[in-house]
């Protein structure tokens, strides 16, 4: 078997050697996803990284990224999820990724496309600026929120302001479960609390709305690369209307102002959620990071 292990953040330049030079592809390639979510583990393999995830109960394997022998990676993981005994399914597939994993076996893989797993990827001057009619309704919505906020300013999350920000983030969740009690937040909530414990060494960027004391939202993101932030988290008090509006919009611009050179945001994926789908689609993604999946077919599946 592959000897993966957990992932470690005193290797993280290791790491990132390897996931920041995988520009074209998803939030699954964030360092700091890969240790907040916790059920990920790694191991370097011929001039590659090689990942084992847990995604939707079913183990998967998102495909190798790396300039050493790929091919050979994909190997070894085909071999290492029968001696598991698992359904070899990879995962966080690039069409590019798709045409290596076919010419390799030919004939031996079914490939899916994920549209519940495609990042929303937007220009960065468009969310900091909200420019022209498509953005209307949210200039309106926007300014609606800095009328019955004059006061509200936007201040960074630094390491001291983190209680606080985890009381807000504590209170969405509470707010959330009681109108939706069928809902599973605790892999987030564990997320969440990851990141702020390793906000530092995860290289964590946020900021909040703040009200007098009272934080009305937050969002927090990283690097994705050097032309990309991966926004991780963006929570707003169900009972301030615009706030998400706000965030949004004040969080971009902090970014543009801060990093001049930055030009994306990722805003990751819907989860197939349909208000989470429209949301995401309402404010104009430049365009998606379209991923696909693929299993194995061994011989005693129907081709």
Known sequence: ??????????????????????????????????????RQKAAFLHGCLALFSQFQRKSVYPFPVGDGDVGAVLDAIIQDARERGL?????????ADCAVLEERYPGQFQFHPDRDSCDYIYNIEELAALPGRK?????????????????????????????QVTAMAQQWYAQRMASDPNNDFLLEQKALNRAFAHWEELGLEGAVLMEDDRILAMAAGSFLDENTFDVHFEKALEDVDGAYA??????????QNKYPALRWLNR?????????????????PDHLVVKFWANLLEEDDEH
Not at 8 to 30: I, V
Not at 135 to 157: A, E, G, W, Y
Not at 268 to 284: F, I, Q, T, V
């Open 87 to 95: 359904q070899c399914r990879l995962a966080s597939m690039t069409a």
């Open 135 to 163: 953005f209307q309704r949210k200039r309106n919505h926007l300014n609606r929120f800095r009328q019955n906020h004059p006061q509200c300013r936007m201040v960074s999350i630094t390491r001291e302001l983190l209680p």
């Open 268 to 284: 990751e994926d819907d989860l197939g959620l349909p208000g989470l789908r429209k949301a995401k689609l309402s404010y104009c």
């Open 1 to 38: 078997m592959i000897d993966f292990q957990k992932i470690d953040l005193a290797c993280k330049d290791e790491y990132n050697k390897y996931l920041q030079g995988s520009t074209e592809r998803g939030c699954e390639y964030s360092l700091t996803n890969l240790y907040m979510w916790g």
């Open 246 to 255: 706000a965030i949004n919009q004040a969080f971009s611009a902090h970014l």
